[in-house]
């Protein structure tokens, strides 16, 4: 029987997406798990496996087309002998599964994005519907796959839902941990402003000059809503303190003299990971994100990092970065950034975290603020280090490396005192790096 091969939803903020290559061509044979295409989302571009098996019969989304909305079908799979124009003329043949299953995949195009999260994927029987190589990975990740929303037609599990799933440690801790998202979608499709009337009114304004109209791509329409939503909805606060730098400086000189055998560089900003990764075990309390009702507190540091791309940026997040040496987090940030630039990061590696860090010192900026990213509780914006003048302690005048820091905090996670504390943590362990990793 014929099948329509339906455009997933890749990521939890996936609402369209760019069909940017086919692996397959019309007439080959595809099995359950062969990739069949790379789709860029809003953040990346990723493989999409098939989940089941026959002859690509017809593609019916070109390479290269954008703004494929998600369950558009794309492609029909067909079985040896069948012809695949019964489908693509519109005539599709009932899902095998029933229908009062079925009816929920087929409407979900009409349905608001924050009303149609991806289906579970719903046992017959015993059975689970999930492709083989999704089986797996759950396998080795220890995950019940009764417990995994399923992004596949009709709800079936594929490679990227269950690498994106976490193992749940407790029922309770599994339900508190969906609330903070549960406003991904929705924060996605949030309007940033009405495009039509202050499209055509700002156009009027500069009709006498000349001026070129870029269209919005899927990162920067999601940028522009989740930082909107931010800046509307979270109560930010700002505590700022200067950092000197000198000690770190000279320290990381010398274990970059003993690591060059290594090949290992170390960068300030692999001091500033760790600094802040251990500042949130130091302050426990500021270790946490808000969910909608209630505040969850993490136990892990994972610490998520800014990293500037074309056209937007990527927030990767260091899992456990408190756990880690200097020469582990600074490989893992270069991997990650590379990734990022070229947009192969999977889901699971740019979400998740209670703390970011935007460093724009490497481009000379002195001081900023930055905006915090849901559902953080803060972020950290570093600026240059900078020779200036000082008093020091005996009261004599000279100079010191003193490097701006400002930490923006959503102030119904984090009160004043506390995100005093928190950072005056994080410069006591930039200040005394080698207490820091005693």
């Known amino acids: 029987m014929a099948t329509e091969i339906l455009m997933p939803a890749l990521s939890p903020t996936m609402e369209e997406g760019t069909l940017a290559k086919w692996l397959k061509k019309e007439g080959d044979e595809v099995r359950s798990g062969d990739i069949l295409a790379e789709i860029e989302t809003d953040k990346a571009t990723m493989e999409f496996e098939a989940v089941d098996e026959g002859i690509l019969g017809k593609i019916l989304i070109a390479e290269g087309t954008a703004g494929v909305k998600v369950n558009t079908p794309i492609a029909v799979l067909v079985e ?77 599990i594929v490679k990227a839902d269950v690498e994106g799933a976490q193992k749940p440690a407790a029922p309770a801790a599994k339900a508190e941990a969906a609330a903070p998202q549960a406003d991904a979608p929705a924060a996605a499709a949030a309007p940033v402003t009405s495009p039509a009337a202050s499209a055509a009114s700002v156009a009027k304004l500069l009709a006498d000059r000349e001026f070129e109209e870029i269209t919005l791509d899927g990162m920067r329409k999601t940028i522009a809503a989740r930082l909107s939503e931010a800046k509307q909805t979270i109560p930010h606060f700002y505590l700022r303190r200067e950092v000197a730098l000198d000690a770190l400086m000279a320290f990381r000189a010398d274990l970059n003299a003993k690591l060059e055998s290594r090949g290992v560089k170390l960068s300030v900003n692999d001091f500033i ?68 630039r070229t947009k192969k990061l999977a889901p699971h590696e740019y979400q998740g975290g209670s703390f970011a ?29 900078i020779r200036k003048p000082v008093v020091a302690k005996d009261g004599a005048i000279t100079t010191a490396t003193m490097m701006s820091m400002t930490l923006s905090v959503d102030h119904r996670v984090i009160d004043g005192a506390l995100g005093a504390e928190f950072l005056k943590a994080i410069v006591e362990n930039l200040e005394n790096p080698i207490a820091m990793l005693a």
């Open 273 to 340: 990971i760790k600094a802040c990764a251990v500042a949130l075990q130091q302050v426990p309390n500021a270790n946490a994100v808000w969910a909608g009702d209630r505040i969850l507190r993490l136990k892990p540091s994972d610490v998520a990092v800014a990293v500037a791309i074309e056209g937007g940026l990527f927030t990767p997040v260091l899992r456990d970065a408190h756990q880690k040496s200097l020469s582990a987090l600074s490989a893992e940030m270069k991997d990650l950034a590379a990734r990022a």
């Open 357 to 385: 860090i935007s460093n724009l010192g490497m481009f000379g900026i002195e001081n900023f603020d930055a905006v915090i990213n849901p559902p953080h509780g803060s972020i950290l914006a570093v600026g240059a280090g």
């Open 80 to 156: 040896e002998g069948e012809s695949a124009d019964a489908v693509s003329s519109g005539k599709t043949p009932a899902p095998e599964e029933p229908k009062d299953e079925a009816a929920p995949a087929q409407e979900a195009p009409k349905a608001s994005p924050a009303a149609s999260p991806a289906p579970a994927a719903k046992p017959e029987g015993d059975r689970i519907f999930a492709s083989p190589l999704a089986r797996r990975i759950a396998t080795e990740k220890g995950l019940d796959l009764a417990t995994v929303k399923g992004s596949g037609p009709r709800g079936r």
